[in-house]
Each structure stands twice: as C-alpha cells, then as structure tokens.
C-alpha cells in the first residue's frame, strides 16, 4: 500500500538488467550489440563503486621482456595453490586486448619520457606490468566508462538504487532454473521497483564492509553474493579476504589506502623505531604478496602493542614522489603528512573478498541466465590470495566475455514472464532504526576481532554464534517493517559473514589469506571450499 502523497512503485522491462555500475558492470553494457535495452544500476552515483577507489592500476603482458607465461606462474604462486590454471590462462591471454579496449574507449594512461606506457612493478610480480593513470587508475576507468555509457542511446543508467532480491522462476511458482529480473529500492521514491529482464548481471562488488577496517567504499556490503545465494548459487572459497596490508591511519582519513605501487617503487615498512622489518618473514621484503605482508604487520603490531606501523617512501626524491603519487601526496598532505619528508602511518585493512559465486569464464551462474562478473564472482582466477592489479584485469575479461555470451544467447531467450508488484501491505515504517545500526556495529566488531587476518577455531565458533542470533533478529526485522537501505546491507551483510565463517570452519589449514594458529600447516590437496544452497539441490541443470 503506497503512502500519501509518494509516487506509485515503477515497473521496467530491459533485455539485461546489470547490477553494479563499476569497471565490471559498465564493461559488460558498453560491449553489447545497442540493439540490447540495457539498464546499469547504481546505489549512489554512477562512478561511486570500489573501481574509483582503486589507486594501483592493471596488470597485463604489455612489455616485450614480459611473457604470458610469466604472469600465469606469478599468478599461480600467490594463489597458493587453489588458482585454476585454465581461468589464468583465460584471464591472461586476454589482457592485451582488454586495455587496448580501455585505451580505445579514451583511458589517459601515465607515459614514461619516451612517450612509452608507464609500467609498475607490484607485490607477487616478477616484471613491471602494471599499466596505470598515476595513482588513481581506478578513477581514470570508472570516469571514462561511464561516459561512454551515457553515449549509449541503449544503456539506461540508473542511480539510488539498491537491489533487494533476484525474481527466479521459483520464487514465482513456473517451471525451470531461470533468473527473471530484480526487486530494486528506489531510494529517492522509498519504494521497491520491479524490474524484468531476460539477462541479469550481477557486478555488486565485494563485502569488506562486514569487516571494521576497510579500505572499500560504503557500498561493499555483499548484496550480489547473498541474493545469489538465496536465489540458488553455489559459493565457494568465502574465507579468503584479502587485507590490503598498507591503509592510512589517521582518525580523520575514512578507507584510504596507500596503494602497492609505493612498495613497488622502493616504499619501505618500518616500526615506530624506523627499523625495517619484512627481511625476517620473506625473502622478497616489501614485495612479498599482500597476504605476507598484511600478516607481518600484524604480527609486529601486536608483538610491540602498537596501533600502526609505517611505510617510508621519503627518500625518494620529492619530484619523483608527487610525480608518481599526486593523489596519495595531496591526501596525506590534507591530514598534515609530508610523504616527501616522513613515513605515512598505515594499518591492515579488509580489501577484496577472494570468493565468490561461482561462475565460468563467461560469467555463467548455477542459475540460468544470471551473471556474475567482478568481484562477487568466483572464477579460479585469484586462488587463495589475489595477487595485485589482477582484480581490474578480471572486471575487464570477464565484462567482455559475459557480454559477448549474452550477445551469442539472446536471439534465443524469450522475453521474461510477468511478475507481482512488491507486497507492502503488510509491512509498516520501522520506528526502531537503532537496531540496525547496533547490530550493524556488533557484526563488524566480531568479524574484525574473530574472523580476521589471523583466526582459530573457538574464535570462528564464537562469530558463528553470534552471526546465528543476529540473522534470526535481522530476518524477523525483515519480515515486519518496510525495506531501507541499512537493513538491506545489513541483511546481506550476515548472509555473506555466515559464509566467510562457515568456509573458514571448514578449511582445516593455513593457506594463503586464510591463517589459523589451530591449523598453521597446510594439507596435502588444496582444494576450493564450496558452499551449496539448500534450493541447489532441487534447481534443475
């Protein structure tokens, strides 16, 4: 029952209805045929996902001393033993031609004095192959893509938007294993849109926010792995958060990381002493993968009582400092840091969530036309431990691989079946919003304390109890008073948390981002940990 004076719910029909407007999701739209109607939806602005956030750059065989071999092993080493060699390969061998798309679509990439492409060298990365824009590559894609998108007389971009749940055939009663579109919250309107379509993509991102310290922006709360969930996706490998080792610690600073490229150009970690540490838990120092690195701090923050560490980059030349990292500069500059004169305090922090739905190289979920791309997917490619600036890479393969499977396909999907409006009638405006920002505090408090860079297994018994009760609270919340923002993010949130702990659990192992004292060994066969739904079961092939 609409109230006085808002406007009625709106329905929409498109041919693919894209979830997420980062480099994953506006890859996706801007490489289908414009006869498609396609409509890309955002929470808050367009370019507001983690791909405006990412500082690094891509990582791609772009130099001749370089080889597609060589960024394949460097892969599979980080990945610990848990990458799948094929999904390498795919994402590879499909670099190139991902950043002459970029490079064609107008991306401003940094040159060196020849004119030549700059080339970065990362943690895990045996040569400079991170092609980059300065220090906000992220930035330069996400800007870049979306106004592309606006070009499209075809793509509808549609921002306030925030998906609450997938329509499956299901959920309304018909035959068959298809995914039909989205229940969308309008946030301007406060209403819940339906939304049809024959092609669903999810490109939501990843959950670091069920964590306390992150380096994601807001909106990284997991939806498009917990709808995915309820709608009958298997998940696997939840246990594996990355924690970029090197955020900025600072009262005032909100999720700002110092990016890889720092250590990459000769940044060094150091106590509050000014020693040098990382030479005593790797050969490789301050190169060493992120999952090392991030542990090594951790381990010396608690081993001194200290709440941060630092990263020293002042010794190079101050030109060469602004020239390479203007964003990290004028950031730190703004909080009273000089980066060309004094280390830059940093902290551990949740990055990039390795798991996700599962789904094959051409984005393809257990549900019948429903995608996955980015970083709510999970491919193979990452294993246990992402190695740097491969995650813009994967937006981009899989983006375009997704699209052109679409394009393949939709000459032969028909038009999605009719759908009940969302039910409001029995749902009233809750006037206990307290409750969600408690519970919403308590989850990301257990998780950083119990479930974090280093675990065991009474802490990881002791998340699950708690996540139990606040699933029960949430679900019962859910049930009763009308749908917000929060309470979605928070619902999905637990979701998503249930499943890091539950994947944790099972791994009786430290591998790669997943390092428990109980288990400091690893098993003999690594193996992926895969999670299925109760609906799985019954979901037709």
Known sequence: ?????????????????IIGS??????VALNLPEHLRVCVLSKAAISSGATLWAQG??????????????????????????????AVRFTVEHGKESIDWLINSGVDFTRDENADYHLTR??????????????????????????????????DLMSSRVAVDLITNRK?????????????LNLDTNHVELFRARFTVIATGGASKAYRYTTNPDGASGDGIAMAW???????NMEFNQFHPTCLYHPHAKSFLITEAVRGEGGVLKLPDGSRFMDRFDDRAELAPRDIVARAIDHEMKRIGADHLYLDISHKPADFIKHHFPTIYEKCLGFGIDITREPIPVVPAAHYTCGG??????????????????????TGLHGANRMASNSLLECLVYGRSAAADITRREADIPAPPDAPDWDESQVRDSDEDVVISHNWDELRHFMWDYVGIVRTTKRLQRAKHRVDLLSREISEFYSNYRVTNDLLELRNL????????????????SRGLHYTLDYPGLQGEAKDTTLVPTSYRTSSP
């Open 1 to 17: 029952m609409a109230r006085d004076h808002d406007p009625m719910p709106q329905s929409y029909e498109f041919d693919v209805l």
């Open 22 to 27: 980062g480099a994953a999701g506006l890859t």
């Open 57 to 86: 750059g891509i990582a791609a065989v772009l130099d001749d001393e370089d080889s597609i071999e060589d960024h394949i092993k460097d892969t599979l080493a980080s990945g610990a033993g848990l990458c799948h060699e094929d």
């Open 122 to 155: 990362e943690g895990g990365h045996s040569h400079r192959r991170i092609i980059h824009a300065a220090d906000a590559t992220g930035h330069a894609v996400s800007t870049t893509l979306a106004d592309q998108a606006k070009a499209r007389p075809n793509i």
């Open 172 to 184: 309304l009663s018909l035959p068959g294993n298809r995914c039909v579109g989205a229940y969308i």
């Open 230 to 236: 309820r709608a009958g996706c298997r998940v696997a």
């Open 357 to 378: 739905v599962i789904s094959d190289v051409r984005g393809r979920t257990d549900v019948n036309n429903l995608y996955v791309v980015g970083e709510a997917g999970f």
């Open 494 to 509: 637990v979701t998503v948390s249930d499943l890091i702990i539950c994947s944790a659990l099972q791994r009786k192992e």
